[in-house]
């Protein structure tokens, strides 16, 4: 299997998938579903982060009456940069946020994790809603 990312200590990156889905160990998440994001058109990516924090947004802002979730995947292929964030808003990939065209594999949940404050989550959904009244799409595919 290939994965993106430097080997340290021995190990690989760990990665993770903020999402409203129930989902267990062995699961796969795959593209083709609507997407979290803008038009909820077909999403033809899955994506995935190597920072909790980008998760957790990730999970906050999924649509869905469940609680947000963090799972530990990993990829089934290869995946590459976001250009949604690499590409537009930061240059390099410091949120090392990617996305790939092939399923993502749950491989454990994140649990311990605190969301962002009301106020900041109220800021960037204000921030996203303003984005889809200008007609600008979230995800880029």
Known sequence: MWHHGSVVDGSQERYYHGTRADLKPGDLIEPGYSSNFGSRKKANH???TATVDAAVWGAELAVGEGPGRIYI?????TIEDDPNLTDKK???NPTKSYRSRD???VTGE???WEGHAPDVLQAMKDNLERLEQLGIEAIDD
């Open 46 to 48: 899955v994506y995935l």
């Open 73 to 77: 995947v990993e990829p089934t292929g």
């Open 90 to 92: 930061f240059p390099g």
């Open 103 to 105: 399923p993502l594999r």
């Open 110 to 112: 994140l649990t311990d």
